[in-house]
């Protein structure tokens, strides 16, 4: 039967070997030759876009990435499904938007602001997901095939 | 939130879905983490078998992070916040927090330290409270990309949630299943090494099931996905340990309320995090259910499980030995126990319900978020009513918690009798 210093070395060695393998899969996945994301693409206006979308608390409603709230739509690959001009209409409305009754804040932003956050949907909408992009936005991809088939 | 999901927008202009949500998630951890520290400032100076080094410090510090969420809070109402899911307390305020969890370690540590007996109880106590620290710092660094902002997000909410608070958990239960049925503290602990040992053995490589779908490499598909498998074992492990230790007690505590919770505590945390948890972490399925409701069923109750619980578990022992009123077993109480668990239990299935069918209808059938969001409507109205059944059961707990809760010469007069 297993003794207390057994089932504590069990505890210590299992940890330490877990968090070891946690940190080298870490430094894995985030080596250049890795990269999902297009990183090199990260301008100015992509990272203003994402504080807007922080101290906006956007998360708390929407999701980005399969990532947030669950109360309002999916934002990956939102650009190919509604196109920039919609997208900022709704980010300069001065009234809350309310797309079949469910409504969201009237941000009144800027044109530069929205500009950002156009950017920002941009660089998300191109991130390797690992085949969640495809299943999350399928108006994109039904729209993205349909185009193809008419080339 | 209830509301705005069937079209009762009402009260949107002041506090909108964003603004509650934010509330809610906060209070959930602000309130956790004061019953983690009460639990500790309970069991440590009893287990040390020494006096906390400072009362007053700790009031300072009771005193001090509640003020701390309250202003996170009041700011939240004002757009005041750093907008990532779970970790919306603006970073200004996170400093304040380190000031604070610092204050508080430093009365435990101290007080562990001084004392003249260091249990296994305590030190897991212990080391689950120092990492749970350790890891708030990697969320309050910026990143440019949302892709590693994600990443190092979850460093902090899944190793929080599925690993180092699964130690306090650990320590609060063992501490409980000691006192309450008289089981030898060696056998309790030897069983505590091994749950603990299971839950970091699988719960940090199974933080692999958040970063599937979010953009980086897709070894975490076949880590996080074998990892995240075995997770259920943990809380497995924990439920049967409980359950047996029960069974083998000689003692029989007369608190029968806190051991309600206690064992409670051990069986829905294993359904609510290992069983639903298990249910949608394989990453074939999680490519359908992650970013849906279906994450909201498995995450309310298993927070209730695992974490509610136990912190009403730990009141339920240390209320009546801190006021002298013997209150073990009682109407308003057991009732408080069945309501709010009935309650969260039908939360969680209409959760369920319109996840699964949000998964068929929106990633499925292709149809719009909105259009799906209408259809499942009709369960929130079931949600509501199941959310309106757990607020009368927590409001009974709260009368009990109130009306008895300051200390009385009860428990003298008995003794003198």
């Known amino acids: 039967m297993l003794s207390k210093s057994q089932a504590r070395a069990f505890f210590l060695g299992g940890t330490v070997v877990t968090f070891l393998i946690f940190i080298v899969l870490t430094i894995y996945s985030f080596m250049p030759s890795n990269d999902q994301t297009n990183f090199k693409d990260i301008d100015k206006d992509v990272v203003r876009g994402k504080e807007i979308w922080e101290s906006n608390n956007c998360m708390g409603c929407h999701s980005i990435m399969g990532e947030g709230g669950y109360y309002a739509p999916e934002l990956t690959k939102v650009v190919d499904r509604r196109g920039e001009g919609y997208i900022k209409a709704v980010l300069m409305s001065p009234i809350p938007w309310a797309p079949k009754g469910r409504k969201m804040v009237a941000y009144k932003m800027s044109q530069e602001d929205a500009d950002a956050m156009v950017a920002y949907f941009k660089w998300i909408g191109k991130i390797n997901l690992n085949g969640f992009d495809r299943i999350v936005s399928p108006l994109a991809k039904d729209r993205i095939t349909d185009q193809q088939k008419i080339k | ?417």
């Not at chain 2, 209070?27 to 078998?49: C, D, H, S």
């Not at chain 2, 503290?185 to 933080?207: D, Q």
């Not at chain 2, 340990?241 to 029968?256: C, D, I, L, Q, T």
């Not at chain 2, 290992?274 to 394989?282: D, I, K, Q, R, Y």
Request: net charge neutral; proline share 2%.
């Open chain 2, 1 to 417: 939130m209830g509301f705005d999901r069937i079209g009762l927008q009402g009260l949107h202009e002041i506090i909108p879905f964003n603004t509650a949500r934010a509330v809610h998630t906060n209070l959930l951890v602000v309130w956790l983490l004061t019953g983690f520290m009460g639990a500790a400032y309970y069991i440590i100076p009893e287990e040390a078998q020494c006096e906390l080094i400072s009362v007053r410090w700790a009031y300072i510090q009771l005193i001090s992070l509640a003020l701390v969420g309250v202003i996170a809070i009041v700011g939240f109402h004002f757009n005041h916040w750093e907008g990532r899911k779970f970790l919306e307390i603006p970073r200004e305020l996170d400093y304040l927090v380190v000031v604070n969890v610092l204050l508080f370690l430093g009365l435990i540590l101290g007080t562990l330290f001084k004392g003249r007996r260091k249990t296994t109880t305590a030190l897991v106590l212990t080391m689950g409270l120092v990492f749970a620290a350790l890891l708030y710092i990697p969320g309050m660094i910026w990143f440019d990309s949302q892709v590693m902002d994600s990443f190092f997000r979850w460093w902090v909410v899944h190793l929080w949630v599925e690993g180092v608070w699964e130690l306090i958990m650990g320590g609060i239960l063992s501490y409980l299943l000691i006192k309450l049925t008289g089981v030898d503290r060696e056998v309790i602990e030897k069983w505590l090494y091994v749950i603990i040992g299971l839950t970091f053995l699988s719960g940090v490589l199974g933080t692999g099931h958040h970063y599937y779908y979010i953009g980086v490499n897709k070894i975490w598909l076949v880590v996080g996905g074998i990892f995240s498998a075995l997770e259920p074992l943990a809380f497995l492990a924990m439920a049967l340990f409980a359950v047996n230790m029960y069974r083998k007690g000689e003692k029989s505590h007369p608190n029968k309320l806190a051991l309600f919770w206690t064992i409670g505590s051990a069986i829905v945390s294993f359904i609510g995090a290992g069983l639903l948890g298990f249910a949608h972490t394989l990453p074939q399925t999680n490519l359908y259910t992650h970013g849906t409701l279906v994450t909201a069923m498995h995450g309310h109750y298993a927070f209730w499980g695992a974490y509610a619980m136990i912190v009403l578990a730990i009141i339920s022992y240390a209320l009546p030995n801190l006021t002298g009123r013997k209150r073990y077993n009682n109407t308003i109480g057991n009732m408080a126990f069945w309501i709010s668990n009935i309650g969260i239990l039908g939360m969680t299935v209409a959760f369920g319900v319109a996840g699964v069918a949000q998964v068929y209808m929106e990633r499925k059938l292709k149809m719009d978020f909105m259009d799906v969001q209408n259809e499942i409507a009709i369960h929130f109205v079931v949600l509501l009513i199941c959310a309106t059944m757990f607020t009368i059961g927590i409001g009974m707990y709260m009368y009990e918690f109130i009306k008895y809760g300051t200390p009385t010469d009860e428990a003298l007069i008995n003794d003198n009798q």
